[in-house]
């Protein structure tokens, strides 16, 4: 069984930076990815890396300002977040597919992620 449990948010001001954490406890092979869901937004796709940091996608609307990561012993998964704006304020989870190998399909929807964390909240202020 695969347990996710995120950690990290947390209030900050526009321009400022949070680091989201994710630790995974259970045997995973396939993709880990950060969705985001709020009042007005569907829950979209984030970040998503495979295990063993094969495959990295962004977001468009968080390319160039969110970084995913992994630590070596693939059981944390981050995401750094800079240059925080105000629409950034949202739940953000934590979400992982098996396939059984290290690899992120094209289907970046939720429906393609078996395990989900609990969320973290983040709010940005201006």
């Known amino acids: 069984q695969v347990h996710l449990v995120e950690s990290g948010g947390g209030s900050a001001l526009a321009g400022e930076s949070l680091r989201l954490s994710c630790e995974v406890s259970g045997p995973i092979r396939g993709c880990i990815a950060w969705f985001r869901q709020g009042t007005r937004i569907e829950r979209e796709a984030v970040a998503r890396?495979?295990?063993?940091?094969?495959?990295?996608f962004y977001g468009n609307r968080v390319k160039g300002r969110f970084t995913i990561s992994q630590d070596s012993a693939e059981k944390s998964y981050y995401l750094q977040m800079n240059n925080l704006q105000p629409e950034d304020t949202v739940t953000y989870y934590c979400?992982?597919?098996?396939?059984?190998?290290?690899?992120?399909?094209?289907?970046?929807?939720?429906?393609?992620?078996?395990?989900w964390g609990q969320g973290t909240q983040v709010t940005v202020s201006a």
């Open positions: 890396i495979s295990t063993r940091n094969t495959y990295i």
């Open positions: 979400a992982a597919a098996s396939f059984g190998y290290n690899y992120c399909s094209a289907d970046s929807t939720p429906h393609a992620f078996q395990y």
